[in-house]
């Protein structure tokens, strides 16, 4: 299934005081230099990366860089970074249109999440080179699933080759309409309605009782779980989740509001926790890996009062960010926020390094190896919501 990743927008953070004695103006001056400098160089970084290989890695970083950027009132830059984007997008989809199904499927997902990501980011110019490329996968993919299913049969190989491309033909509906690509969901539907008729019939001609009942039994499962997936991505397509997360923005509660509501919140835990993990080659969904250590972060999560989501931790009045290696496979960003008793012992308990706020505002928080990507947050429960 697609793993989706829907990210917050980083909120312009208060500039690192060089010198309590230079004027407001001077200090803000020398703040945007530093500003553009840094942004500069995160840029240039990654396009380098972009040149070294066709894969999306560099296009989550041109995200942030361009986010940045237009925070910090920095146009031109921006707009180089939408460029570079715009061009590892084109790059990426291309390549995939002729490599196999597993290895699309993962640029498909990469796309996915890439689109809720410059979508809460606000990054507007990317948007019809994502759908662009998008539309391209699901068309090849589509037509992949399809050849696949041609040669389907009952002979116990062939039928579980055939239940797995029909798998697949699930997960493309549901990532059209998480994308809200309704004329290809509604077409990746038809085609999906009509092989699982013929798998049916197919399976009723298989001789043995057992083996018949449990070759239809997991036909119906596997539709099962498709109207599930589809459900699913229709009640938290992008739309749907990108007005939920601005809503949650502006509702947020701000430190100046009151004295009270920091007492109110003073017994949960307010770091906001990012892990990323190093996945094998082509990182999927499907990885059992990734599904174990998922389940083991939500679970510890939820343990220690905070929620797991899949957005990013918001960065609005971020103290600084601790980024730790917890392992040769697994980093770790926790976002400590200004106020908090946890910011307050947080900077003599980080092991790795601080990222400042300074260093956040000009090129945001990513994890030190670049091969990680993001697979949770733990989050504080959200002002007004009770733990359920």
């Not at 840094?38 to 942030?64: C, F, H, N, W």
């Not at 002729?98 to 993962?106: I, L, N, T």
Request: charged share 25%; proline share 3%; hydrophobic share 45%.
């Amino acid at each position: 299934m697609v793993v989706v990743t829907a990210h917050f927008s980083r909120f312009a953070l208060v500039a690192l005081m060089l010198s309590a004695a230079l004027p407001a103006a001077a200090q803000n001056q020398t703040a945007q230099a530093q500003s553009a400098r840094e942004l500069r160089a995160s840029l240039d970084a990654a396009k380098s990366q972009a040149a070294e290989t066709v894969g999306l890695d560099a296009a989550y970083e041109l995200v942030g860089i361009a986010e940045a950027a237009q925070n910090s009132g920095l146009a031109e830059l921006g707009k180089e970074a939408v460029g570079t984007l715009n061009m590892v997008l084109n790059r990426a989809a291309q390549a995939a249109l002729s490599v196999p199904v597993e290895d699309a499927q993962d640029t498909l997902d990469q796309l996915v999440d890439l689109a809720f990501f410059t979508r809460n980011s606000n990054i507007s110019g990317a948007e019809a080179v994502l759908q662009k490329s998008l539309r391209a996968l699901f068309t090849k993919l589509l037509g992949d699933v399809r050849l696949a299913l041609a040669g389907a049969n009952t002979t116990p190989e062939a039928w579980v080759k055939a239940l797995t491309s029909l798998g697949v033909l699930g997960e493309l509906q549901a990532a059209a309409t998480l994308m809200m690509q309704e004329d290809l969901s509604s077409s990746i539907a038809g085609v999906y309605d009509a092989e699982a008729a013929r798998l049916d019939g197919l399976g009723r001609q298989i001789a043995d009782d057992a083996e018949r009942e449990k070759a239809l039994g997991q036909l119906g499962e596997l539709r099962k779980i498709r109207q599930e997936q589809v459900t699913d991505a229709r009640a938290n397509n992008l739309a749907t989740v990108t007005a939920e997360l601005a809503k949650t923005a502006r509702e947020a509660p701000k430190d100046e509001d009151s004295a009270e509501s920091e007492i109110d919140i003073s017994d949960i835990a307010m770091t906001c926790v990012e892990t990323g993990v190093i996945a094998p080659a082509a990182m999927t969904s499907n990885w059992d890996g990734l599904q174990d250590i998922t389940a083991k972060l939500e679970e510890d999560c939820m343990m220690s009062g905070r929620i797991p989501t899949e957005n990013r931790c918001p960065a609005r009045d971020v103290g600084f960010v601790c980024r730790e290696a917890v392992d040769d496979k697994t980093e770790r960003l926790t976002f400590f926020y200004n106020g908090t008793p946890e910011e307050r012992s947080g900077r003599e308990g980080c092991k790795g390094e601080a990222i400042s706020a300074a260093q956040l505002q000009a090129a945001g928080a990513a994890f030190k190896n670049t091969a990680m990507r993001r697979i949770l947050s733990c989050a504080p429960v959200p002002a007004g919501r009770g733990q359920d």
